[in-house]
Nanobody, 128 residues
């Protein structure tokens, strides 16, 4: 069983930045594809970003965050990050970190059903 613990959420004004962290309790972290999803009140969970296993050579973003958010990973720290810049009120949501134990090929999944482990979520609130 893998535990994922997110941190870094909070309240920020529009245009501001936050960096989310997700620490994984597994020595096999390098082999996991990692993703970030979010869920706003009354809405379904949606994909935000993903990064491939190993070196994280490939990254994926939802169109709504492309150019503003950056995903990265530090395998030595078993941690994945989401740097969020130019935040907008519509980015307000609970952000979840997820781990895919069986990533296909050299890609990372943008589908929540492909992920095996989930964190508890961290609230991000962007005020206008």
């Amino acid at each position: 069983q893998v535990q994922l613990v997110e941190s870094g959420g909070g309240l920020v004004q529009a245009g501001g930045s936050l960096r989310l962290s997700c620490a994984a309790s597994t020595r096999a972290f390098t082999w996991y594809g990692m993703g970030w999803f979010r869920q706003a009140p009354g809405q379904e969970r949606e994909f935000v970003s993903a990064i491939t296993k190993w070196t994280g050579s490939s990254t994926y973003y939802a169109d709504s965050v492309k150019g503003r958010f950056t995903i990265s990973r530090d395998n030595a720290k078993n941690t994945v990050y989401l740097q969020m810049n130019s935040l907008k009120p519509e980015d307000t949501a609970v952000y979840y970190c997820a781990a895919d134990a069986r990533p296909k090929g050299t890609s990372a999944s943008m589908t929540d059903l492909e992920y095996d482990y989930w964190g508890q979520g961290t609230q991000v609130t962007v005020s206008s």
